[in-house]
Structures are given as C-alpha cells and as structure tokens.
C-alpha cells in the first residue's frame, strides 16, 4: 500500500513540475528591456511575457516603480513613453 502512495505522489509531483515548466517556457518567448525617463530619473527593467505587448507593460510597471512616488506618479510615469524597448529573444 506505501509503495502505491509513493507512486501517486511521485506521479503527481512530475506532472505538476511539466506543467510550471512549460507554462515559464511560454513566458520566455517575449522578453524586452524598457527604459523610461520620468521627472529627471531613469529606469530600465527587464520584463518577460506571453506577448511583447505585456512584456513591455510589465518591464515599464517594474521602472515606473522605482522612479516615482506615489499612486499619482506611478500612473504618470505608467502613461510615459518609453524611452527605449529592446527585444532580448
């Protein structure tokens, strides 16, 4: 009877590592490195996602973090253009 559990456990423990593996591998398809300027400082992140669109959303959510204050500035500098987006792939 152990040796079924065992089984089980050791089945769905590799299942469930095939599953987060290729979900990440899907992420990895659109990485980019943004840059943004906003109120004289700058910040570029790099971000991964299932689109270049978000992967750009996210990499300039990630800089807008680090160079503004605040909800208002963070939606200012999120409405920013970019200074930069560079595909990494």
């Known amino acids: ?32 490195e943004v840059c943004i300027t906003f109120n004289g400082r700058q910040a570029c992140r790099v971000a991964s996602g299932p689109s270049q669109a978000e992967a750009t959303r996210t990499a ?17 500098c999120g409405r920013t253009q970019p200074d930069s987006v560079k595909p990494l792939n």
């Open 1 to 32: 009877m152990n040796r079924k559990i065992l089984l089980i456990v050791l089945v769905a423990a590799v299942a469930f590592v095939a599953i987060i593996y290729t979900s990440m591998r899907d992420l990895r398809n659109n990485r980019v």
């Open 60 to 76: 300039s959510d990630n800089a807008c973090a680090l160079i503004a204050s605040g909800v208002t500035e963070t939606m200012a």
